[in-house]
Structures are given as C-alpha cells and as structure tokens.
Nanobody, 127 residues
Framework: QVQLVESGGGLVQAGGSLSLSCAAS????????MAWFRQAPGKEREFVAA????????NYADSVKGRFTISRDNAENTVYLQMNGLKPEDTAVYYC????????????????????WGQGTQVTVSS
C-alpha cells in the first residue's frame, strides 16, 4: 500500500507561484509514474501533469504547459509541482497519484489508471 501526502497549497494572487510536494511512503514509488490532478468545485477531476518513473518523460495538460513543471526525487520518494503564472482558473484541490504498474505511459492522463491517491491540498488563486 502506497500512502501519498501532499503539501504546499495555499492562497496566492494571480501571477504568483506555488510549489506542491507529494511524499510517498514506500520505496516502490520509484517504479511508478506519478501525476498531479486537480478538481474544482462542481467539476470533474482533471489531469494536470505526469512524470515517468525515472523522471525522463513528462506530460502536461494544455492548460498548464509553459507554467507548471513536474519533477521527482526518487531518493526522497517525493514528486513536486512547481506552479508559476497562476491564474484564478487554477483554483482547485490538487491531488497526487501513483500510476498502476499495469498501466502504460500513454494512459497517464486517465484517472482510472491510478492505484493510489493523496488526500489533496487546496490551491486558491485570487484575481
């Protein structure tokens, strides 16, 4: 069982930056691709960004390309999301997730392919 704990959310003005972290409980973390999703009130959970198990490949939603950067440190069992140029529409609860070992890279944008989820951290961007 992989436990994921997010941190780093908060309130920021439009144009500002935040950095999220997700700490995993197990060393098997390094065998899994990891991703960030977000969910705004009244909306479905949506893909934000993913990073492959060794960190060589990344994938971003069009809405965050050029503003957000996902990375990971397998020695620390941690995945990060650096968010710059934040907009009010980025306001949501952000979730960290671990891709199933049965899934492939082309499926990283699909929430159903993820085995484990964190509890979420709130990000609020004021205009």
């Amino acid at each position: 069982q992989v436990q994921l704990v997010e941190s780093g959310g908060g309130l920021v003005q439009a144009g500002g930056s935040l950095s999220l972290s997700c700490a995993a409980s197990e060393r098997t973390f390094s065998n899994r691709a990891m991703a960030w999703f977000r969910q705004a009130p009244g909306k479905e959970r949506e893909f934000v960004a993913a990073v492959s198990s060794r960190g060589y490949n990344t994938n971003y939603a069009d809405s965050v390309k050029g503003r957000f950067t996902i990375s990971r440190d397998n020695a620390e069992n941690t995945v990060y999301l650096q968010m710059n140029g934040l907009k009010p529409e980025d306001t949501a609860v952000y979730y960290c997730a671990a891709l199933s070992t049965r899934s492939i890279w082309s499926q990283v944008q699909l929430p159903r392919e993820y085995d484990y989820w964190g509890q979420g951290t709130q990000v609020t961007v004021s205009s």
